[in-house]
């Protein structure tokens, strides 16, 4: 390929493409880089559920109403202001367009009376999930003339003289190569997914992660871009983590893995004594309490203990749960020390903590939970325009980045439920239109 | 028979597997109702499986959907495996128990049998009408009786189709009192009329709206279509039959009949018709991604689908050439036809309509007991 690209997109997950999608609709010429094998392709997307969208009424795809001022507000809450305000505005206002656009780009979109979705009235779901609509997508773009190439590594290496940027490229099937574009837009993701980074930033106990999104946000793209001198924001020693089986994968666990019965039994580690993750109860902000709190248990496991009661209650999991008709069958199911065990239980039972049930009724079951890191505040620093901004505060017209890898600018810290689809779509299309109106001049 | 809730075959394990994935996953609960139907679900009796099988189109939406389908680890194919469960369900019920071995292999024992039968018709023409009426072009009025009088002609249609349906019928009722839900009578009641708007829009072959994934990631709605217009000409070609009777039994009438009589109209419209149903299926077969699907299953529709077809292209053929010499071999090839097609159907593909039917009043009668549930919320 010896000819020069206006836009190419390095990485294929849904900001890659809405950034692809904008650009090539905006009438320019578009390479779509995914490092992926196309059954992987998409990056977390493929895992995530619904979007966060401003509406001022009901609309067929989501109920009541949601405003702006709620968002930002709602943004403000979980990011403690950790949060750039220009750019959150920005997010907000254009997420009541993004819904609409995505349905004109091919996603279907899920009625709220349809299916079993619990109710919400933030967020609207992809009819089928996150893969259904990257698949949507991947067939939109090809449609509309986007070249895709999936297993294909880029590197960024350089910008000649006369401004273009020089990219090689690295595939499963062919010889390296190198490919001219005129702009950039960077949606590579994270660097969660790089066990070697992990453990650079978190210790020997990063071994002990799992890692709930995409193996492929291996941070590569960032480690480039951090060392040409562009900006960082957010922490990289700051993870969102939540607790997941033990007996998934280490990676691409996605949804089904995570542990969501916590708050009806008790945790033990592996000497069979009750820990407990501080202020943790049953609301849903559980679930990034008890992450790192197994984090920091030897070997990174804990154990999830219930009773027959508290085992109705939970919803449904991947794996059956391990069971004994005792507490002592339980703890050698488990590997763990009988009495202490018992001796946790009879405590627990004795004292139970506000709003906990007791563990008595047999049959007993367990999870043995691990540390799943869904994503790490940290990335890429960008202005208004999605252009990445340098260490010394310059910026280039050329190079944008979207998506995971610059989500720290908006969500320093904390979690919110449909951010993460929200704020790459929307930013995705914005650093597609840009790009391609710096290609326009 | 398996019908205990115990089994634990390495096929019920693996769709156990699946599902409980699907269940803490749901992201699929709006392609179709198998979803809502397994929600909150912490175990799967076998009856469960056959019931959840049978709700299954096999849109493959969920395949293509699916975050966890292979390579990933938990290798999650959802519509291959219920293929495979729903399968063994029509085996486990259907009555005598021995034919239940023929969906093991359903070309094979189907291509036998109805080979069999049309050569002993062909045998049986031969052998009872003197070659100048077999041979002799004669479409005057009751022909096709001097080459297969009618008592025979009847009788062997009317017992043959006879034996397919109360095999059918009792492999149906087997069915359902293995499945049948745990409703009052008034929901069950309630349910009839939703439930027959399913059965008979495919209302489920629209994969919660943009359609199916008939042959790969793109969604259509090719193979709902070619469905109705198969159903719809095999209609045609039924009402052919009734009016038939009618001419014969109330008029006094006996075939053939003119071009522009109503039995043959039917006949003529309804054949074309489905034999343009049936080639858009064969199409769809042949054009669609394999992984999702189950090899066995394949084999059992595009079986089906080339049987019918036949009996649709013979009886076009017997019209075609009626006046010819060819009528007396092709009239016994359209009858052996057509007997061996009602013999085999009991093991054929055709059951999955009742199976499927009696699911989806499950369904219907599960939503309209539950009435307004209210939804959890999931945080």
């Not at chain 1, 001219?180 to 002990?208: M, N, Q």
């Not at chain 1, 939540?242 to 990676?251: E, I, L, S």
């Not at chain 2, 929600?39 to 293509?64: Q, T, V």
Request: charged fraction near 15%; proline fraction near 6%; glycine fraction near 10%.
């Amino acid at each position: 390929m010896s000819s020069t690209w206006d836009v190419v997109v390095i990485g294929g997950g849904l900001a890659g493409l809405c950034a692809a999608i904008a650009a090539r609709r905006a009438g320019v010429s578009v390479r779509l880089l995914e490092c992926a094998p196309s059954a992987f392709r998409g990056g977390n997307a493929r895992h995530a559920r619904n979007f966060r969208v401003v509406h001022e009424a009901p609309t067929r795809y989501v109920p009541d109403a949601y405003q702006a001022r709620e968002f930002l507000d709602d943004l403000a809450r979980v990011t403690q202001g950790d949060s750039n305000p220009c750019l959150a505005q920005r997010l907000v206002a254009e997420s009541e367009t993004i819904a609409a656009w995505l349905m004109a780009n091919g996603v279907p979109l899920q009625q709220p009376n349809v299916g079993v979705v619990p109710y919400s009235r933030r967020t609207v779901f992809p009819l089928g999930g996150g893969k259904a609509m990257i698949n949507a997508l991947y067939s939109t773009a090809t449609d509309i003339g986007v070249a895709i190439s999936t297993d294909s590594e880029a590197r960024l290496s350089r910008q000649s003289s006369n401004g273009n940027w020089s990219i090689d490229l690295t595939t499963a099937t062919s010889s390296p190569s190198s490919i001219d574009a005129r702009t950039i837009v960077v949606c590579a993701g994270g660097a969660g997914a790089d066990p070697a980074w992990l453990r650079s930033h978190y210790g020997d106990a990063a071994d002990g992660f799992m890692v709930r999104g995409t193996p492929y946000a291996n941070g590569r793209m960032l480690a480039d871009l951090i060392a040409a001198g562009a900006g960082t924001v957010g922490d990289p020693t700051i993870c969102h983590m939540v607790a997941v089986d033990a007996r998934g994968p280490r990676f691409d666990g996605g949804i089904v893995t995570r542990i969501t019965a916590i708050p009806y039994g008790m945790v033990v580690d592996g000497s069979a004594r009750r820990i407990d993750a501080t202020g943790a109860g049953a609301e849903p902000t559980h679930y990034a309490r008890w992450g790192p709190r197994i984090a920091a248990c030897a070997g990174q496991t804990a154990y999830l203990i219930l009773d027959a009661d508290g085992l109705q209650r939970a919803a449904p999991q991947a794996f059956p749960p391990i069971s004994g008709a005792t507490i002592a069958d339980l703890a050698e199911a488990l590997g763990l020390d009988p009495a202490t065990l018992a001796q946790s239980v009879n405590a627990f039972n004795a004292a139970l903590p506000a709003g906990a049930h007791p563990i008595a009724s047999a049959t007993f079951a367990a999870y043995p939970m691990r540390p799943g890191v869904t994503f790490v505040h940290h990335g890429v620093a960008v202005d208004d325009h999605m252009r990445i901004v340098w260490a010394d505060d310059r910026r280039n017209d050329t190079l944008f980045a979207a998506g995971m890898i610059m989500a720290a600018n908006v969500i320093g810290r904390g979690y919110l439920a449909g951010l993460g689809l929200t704020l790459a779509a929307v930013f995705g299309r914005l650093a597609g239109t840009e790009a391609a109106r710096h290609v326009h001049g | 028979m398996s019908t205990a809730d115990t089994s634990t075959d390495e096929l019920t394990a693996e769709a156990e597997r699946v599902l409980r994935i699907c269940t803490a996953c749901m992201y699929c609960d709006g392609l179709c109702p198998v979803f809502p139907a397994i929600d909150d679900k912490h175990e799967f009796r076998l009856s469960d499986l056959n019931y959840l099988s049978n709700l299954c189109h096999n849109c493959r939406g969920c395949w293509y959907a699916c975050q966890y389908a292979p390579p990933h680890p938990f290798a999650v194919n959802l519509p291959a495996t219920l293929a495979a469960v729903r399968r063994r369900s029509y085996a486990d019920h259907l009555w005598p128990p021995v034919l239940g071995r023929a969906f093991g292999s359903p070309v094979t024992g189907i291509a036998a049998i109805v080979s069999l039968i049309v050569l002993a018709t062909l045998a049986f023409v031969l052998l009872s009408s003197p070659p100048a009426a077999l041979f002799g072009a004669d479409d005057s009025e009751g022909a096709f009786y001097r080459v297969l009088p009618w008592s025979i002609m009847a009788g062997a249609a009317g017992a043959s189709l006879l034996w397919a349906v109360a095999c059918i019928g009792l492999a149906t009722l087997r069915f359902w009192r293995t499945m049948a839900p745990d409703v009052p009578r008034g929901a069950l009641l309630r349910a009839l009329a939703p439930a027959l708007r399913d059965i008979v829009t495919l209302r489920h072959l629209g994969g919660g709206g943009p359609g199916c994934n008939d042959v790969g990631e793109r969604t259509s709605h090719h193979r709902r279509l070619f469905h109705h217009v198969m159903v719809a000409g095999f209609a045609g070609t039924a009402l052919s039959t009734v009016s038939a009777a009618i001419y014969h039994h109330a008029l006094g009438v006996a075939a053939p009949y003119p071009l522009a009589s109503l039995p043959v109209l039917l006949g003529l419209v309804g054949g074309v018709v489905m034999l343009a149903g049936i080639a858009g299926l064969l199409w769809i077969e042949h054009r669609a991604d394999t992984e999702p699907s189950d090899r066995t299953e394949v084999a059992l529709n595009v079986t089906f689908l080339i049987l019918l077809g036949l009996v649709t292209l013979s009886g076009l053929a017997v019209l075609a050439f009626r006046e010819t010499p060819a009528m007396g071999l092709l009239l016994a090839g359209h009858l052996g036809l057509v007997f061996g097609f009602f013999v085999v159907l009991p093991f054929s593909k055709a059951v999955h309509a009742p199976f499927r039917a009696a699911a989806l009043l499950r369904a219907a009668a599960e939503k309209a007991a539950a009435g307004a549930r209210s939804k959890r919320d999931r945080g």
